[in-house]
């Protein structure tokens, strides 16, 4: 084990103790199916009661994004850009089930604006959800995605590549 996934572990490990969860995590390096390349931090479940669980969710998946937010924010600090990984943090196959819900939401949008040539907005979606449909219909050369409004109002626009929009914020950039 490399000594940046021991130091990983370590960390989420410690995280979780102080808010008093004794549990264990483990790692594993995973493509998704969106495409995203990613270090996975697998929280153990078996020690904890259900409610802990949901604490740790949040609500849609809120108190996961932070802690995710904060892995990566403090496991990539001082390092290079080229140095730097991008982490996952799952507990109880929320992320798993997320993913395929977003894949479908991504295909179903995808195919909505194929058919008709309008425009479609996914709202309700984390900036990590964005960047993670941003990839999805980045396959898709006759389609282009972008991000509009601000926080806690942000949603993903999906068009067709070509049409102009007076109101559109660079894609990807501010995920």
Do not use: C
């Amino acid at each position: 084990m490399s000594t940046s996934t021991e130091k990983s572990i370590s960390w989420l490990e410690e995280l979780l103790k102080l808010q008093g969860l004794e549990t264990q995590v483990s790692s594993s390096q995973t493509t998704g199916e969106l495409g995203d390349d990613s270090h996975w931090l697998t929280i153990d479940t078996t020690p904890l009661t259900e409610a802990q669980i949901d604490g740790l969710i949040g609500d849609r998946g809120q108190v996961l994004d932070a802690i995710q937010y904060l892995a990566n924010t403090v496991l990539n600090m001082g390092r290079e850009p080229d140095e730097q990984r991008a982490y996952t943090v799952e507990i109880n196959g929320y992320r798993q089930q997320r993913q395929t819900e977003l894949k479908a939401i991504g295909e179903a949008a995808a195919e909505k604006v194929i058919a008709d040539g309008e425009e479609y907005e996914i709202k309700g979606l984390s900036a990590a959800e964005r960047r993670q449909i941003h990839g999805l219909l980045g396959d898709y050369e006759q389609l282009e995605t972008f991000s509009r409004g601000h926080e806690p109002n942000r949603h993903l626009v999906v068009k067709l590549a070509g049409e102009t929009d007076d109101d559109e914020d660079a894609g990807t950039e501010e995920e």
